[in-house]
Each structure stands twice: as structure tokens, then as C-alpha cells.
């Protein structure tokens, strides 16, 4: 068994309306000196198999074609033992 | 032979019975499509309606991009077949890459709902040709992810090619670029459209009867086609 985190982020030019909200509930709950947030999400995938290069690759068409958008997002994978 | 448009039900979806009721009004036969199902049943054209299809999970839309339907409608649709996809049915067209761009949520992080008034562009596509440009008409708009984002390069792309297909008119309501309430394709035969015509065709239930013109528009289409 292996483990394939992939996190996916709003790209840094799109607004992210619920960081925004985020943060103001930050601020208005005394957290000082937070200067911005983006919120984004985080896929945890297990896998049958090795954790070897075969899977980075599969698991990058999987953030590809499904887990994110590649229009508004950017992903980050990688494969855990 | 009235025509025949099919509309696709998703799990979650909404406004199926009301595109359908739309298109009755107008004369054609509305032959409702399951999202399992492949066959589109020899349909004329295609409506994708409002809702939440597979419950907005992950994204909205890129679950329903990828059920057994949406495999036939897009490569109908690269054939030509004409498709609009009303504010779900948008956020599923975009993510199948049949229109460029993607819808975000709302920059007030606020659900909208209220009657719209927007101002038609282009006339130049399947669904809206029984238009004038510059025509305002107010219909229901109801969303929570429907600020409409493209990079500048497309965005002018569209704008140059007369591809906006309507504006948004007296307040942006949910951050779109360039108050775009409605895009399509370069051979215009897709159509999305955040804002709901199939909810203004009766005076009974809507604010007006301005929505019967993008059917009424797919009807002129489909005669001459």
C-alpha cells in the first residue's frame, strides 16, 4: 500500500473569496499579524502497489484530469511510502 | 416535425422540468436524458440544466463531466450539435472544456438570487438569434459559484470574436470578469449562461417572458439548419 497526497491551490491571480472570509474571522478573533490566507484542498489517495515513480505519474494524470482545474488551480503531488 | 431537444437530469439537478416546460412552450418535444445513459436519443440539440449536479462536490461540474452522457454530448457537440448549459449546465460546459474559462464562487461569498437584468451581445450563436444586439431583458439568476474567470488573453479573445453572448447590466452580482453573464463557443453552437431563461417564459411565475427567446431561437436554428 502507498499513500499519494495531492494538494490543490487556487492559482495565486484568482481571487479566493473564502481566505478572505477566513482571514477577517481570523482578525476578528484577536490572531494578530496574519497577513493573508488562501484556502485550498488536500486529497489523501491509497493506492495499491509501490510507491515508485510509475505511481507520481499516474497519480499527476489523476490531479490532471480530475482533482483540479487547471484553469483557476494549481496542484502540488507527491507519493508516501 | 416539432423539433427535439433533450435535457439531461444529473443527480442534483434542479431546473430539468422547467427547461423542459420552456421548451414545450415554444412548440418543441423536450425528451428528457439520464446522466447514465450514452444514447441522446437522436436529439436536435441539448440543454444542460440548473442544480447541483452530484452534489457540487469536488468542483462544480467535474463530477458530471465525466458521466456516460457527457462522453455523447461533448462529441455531438464538436459535430455541432447545438447545447446550452444554464448555470449548472455552464459550470459542467467549462469544465468540459467546451467553453473556455471556469466559474469561481461568488466574490461577496453570498448566494444570489434575485431578478437580473442583462443585456444581450451577440446574436451570432444557436440560442440566440431571435435577439437584437443591445436587447435588455431581466430573468432569474441564482448561484453561488458563478463569478465567471478567464485568463486577459482569452477574455479578449472572446470579446474580439463576439463570443460574449450576454452582460450582466446594473451591478456585477457576482465578480465576473468583464460582468460576463454568458459565453460561447467559436462555431456558437454551445452556449453557457449563468442567469436561468427557462425561469422567465410565463407571466405567472416569472419576472417576464424575456427567457422564451433563447428557445424560440434554437427552434429558428434547427428549421434551418
Given amino acids: 500500500m502507498a499513500r499519494v497526497v495531492v494538494d490543490v491551490m487556487l492559482k495565486p491571480e484568482i481571487l479566493d473569496p473564502q481566505g478572505k472570509?477566513?482571514?477577517g474571522a481570523l482578525d476578528r478573533l484577536g490572531f494578530a499579524g496574519v497577513t493573508?490566507?488562501?484556502?485550498?484542498?488536500?486529497?489523501?489517495?491509497?493506492?495499491?502497489?509501490?510507491?515508485?515513480?510509475?505511481?507520481?505519474?499516474?497519480?499527476?494524470?489523476?490531479?490532471?484530469?480530475?482533482?483540479?482545474?487547471?484553469?483557476?488551480?494549481?496542484?502540488?503531488?507527491?507519493?508516501?511510502a | 416535425m416539432a423539433a427535439r431537444v433533450g435535457v439531461v437530469t444529473f443527480p442534483g439537478s434542479l431546473d430539468d422540468r422547467?427547461?423542459?416546460?420552456?421548451?414545450?412552450?415554444?412548440?418543441?418535444?423536450?425528451?428528457?436524458l439520464w446522466h447514465k445513459d450514452r444514447d441522446l436519443h437522436g436529439v436536435d440539440a441539448v440543454v444542460l440544466p440548473g442544480g447541483f449536479s452530484y452534489g457540487d462536490y469536488l468542483r462544480c461540474g467535474a463530477i458530471s463531466r465525466f458521466s456516460p452522457v457527457m462522453g455523447s454530448v461533448v462529441e455531438a457537440a464538436a459535430a455541432g450539435l447545438?447545447?446550452?448549459?444554464?448555470c449548472n449546465g455552464f459550470q459542467i460546459l467549462c469544465e468540459s472544456h467546451l467553453l473556455p474559462g471556469a466559474l469561481t464562487r461568488n466574490d461577496t461569498l453570498h448566494f444570489v438570487c434575485r431578478d437580473q437584468r442583462l443585456r444581450v451581445e451577440s446574436t451570432g450563436t444557436a440560442w440566440t438569434s431571435d435577439f437584437t444586439v443591445?436587447?435588455?431583458?431581466?430573468?432569474?439568476?441564482?448561484?453561488g459559484e458563478g463569478g465567471y474567470v478567464a485568463d486577459e488573453r482569452t477574455l479578449d479573445e472572446l470579446e474580439a470574436q463576439g463570443r460574449v453572448v450576454a452582460r450582466y447590466v446594473g451591478g456585477n452580482p457576482n465578480g465576473s470578469r468583464r460582468d460576463i453573464a454568458g459565453i460561447a463557443n467559436a462555431a456558437g453552437n454551445v452556449v453557457g449562461l449563468m442567469p436561468h431563461p427557462e425561469h422567465a417564459v410565463?407571466?405567472?411565475?416569472?419576472?417576464?417572458?424575456?427567457?422564451?427567446?433563447?428557445?424560440?431561437?434554437?427552434?429558428?436554428?434547427?428549421v434551418g439548419m
Avoid at chain 1, 495499491?48 to 507520481?56: E, F, I, K, N, V
Avoid at chain 1, 487547471?70 to 496542484?75: C, G, H, M, Q, S
Avoid at chain 2, 443591445?134 to 448561484?143: A, H, Q, S, T, Y
Wanted: aromatic share 4%.
Fill in chain 2, 82 to 86: 447545438p447545447v446550452l448549459g444554464i
Fill in chain 2, 18 to 32: 422547467d427547461a423542459s416546460r420552456a421548451l414545450r412552450l415554444v412548440g418543441a418535444e423536450a425528451v428528457a
Fill in chain 2, 202 to 222: 410565463e407571466s405567472l411565475t416569472g419576472p417576464s417572458t424575456d427567457g422564451l427567446a433563447f428557445f424560440t431561437s434554437i427552434l429558428a436554428t434547427l
Fill in chain 1, 36 to 80: 493573508g490566507v488562501r484556502q485550498g484542498k488536500r486529497f489523501e489517495i491509497e493506492v495499491d502497489g509501490p510507491a515508485d515513480d510509475d505511481l507520481a505519474a499516474r497519480a499527476d494524470q489523476m490531479a490532471q484530469t480530475l482533482l483540479a482545474n487547471l484553469v483557476i488551480e494549481d496542484y502540488a503531488v507527491r507519493v508516501e
Fill in chain 1, 21 to 23: 472570509a477566513v482571514h
Fill in chain 2, 134 to 143: 443591445g436587447d435588455e431583458i431581466v430573468v432569474p439568476l441564482k448561484n
